[in-house]
């Protein structure tokens, strides 16, 4: 998280972006972690975390929806070079949860794939509606990052690497107000 401080304050580092990272990223990777995220212009994990090349595994999609290819793709580091932390990181105000949320409450389905979206977040908005509070989107949005983030510890092939302390599975939020990312769940002790 001191990569996030840093995009806080604005003391950027930018680590690991010349020409010496490219070349030996060229031969191998290590990324230290995995980042699953959204789509939204505005929350680039590498930025937020104040990362170079070749430190992330990074997959986005809307609203962090999965599926057997997104899960794969999350599993990939943890389980072929060892990766030992995976984050599913949502956001304040995304438009996606919004607009899954409104097909949802409306029962007005969303056009082509979106749909594919929507249905993946519709745990997320049970979850919101049983919650309640003054903001059924952002409280969807949070479910949704914690749902993700349980089901990826309880993963068949993850929940061995979390059981033995080789993988930690966080759950996190950004704030686009301020910046910041607020970690939700599943922090090692």
Known sequence: MDGNKRWVSGDLHHPD???????F???????????????????????LFDTGLGDLYVMRT?????????TGSVEYGPMTSGTPLVVVLG????GAVKAA?????????LPGNLEAITKALRP???????????DPVETMARA????????????????PLVGKG??????????????????LAGAPS
């Open 17 to 23: 972006r010349d020409p010496d990272r490219r070349e």
């Open 25 to 47: 990223v060229a031969q191998t990777q290590e990324p230290f972690g995995s980042i699953l995220s959204c789509i939204d212009s505005r929350v680039p994990p590498e930025l």
């Open 62 to 70: 809307g609203g962090e929806a999965v599926g057997p290819v997104v």
């Open 91 to 94: 956001h304040q105000r995304c």
């Open 101 to 109: 949320y409104e097909s949802i409450r409306d029962g007005k389905p």
């Open 124 to 134: 997320a908005y049970e979850q919101a509606v049983r919650e309640g509070g003054t």
């Open 144 to 159: 949704q990052v914690t749902l993700t983030a349980a089901d990826l510890r309880s993963n068949q092939d993850l929940a």
């Open 166 to 183: 080789a993988l930690a599975v966080v759950g996190a939020y950004y704030s686009l107000d301020t910046g910041k990312v607020e970690v």
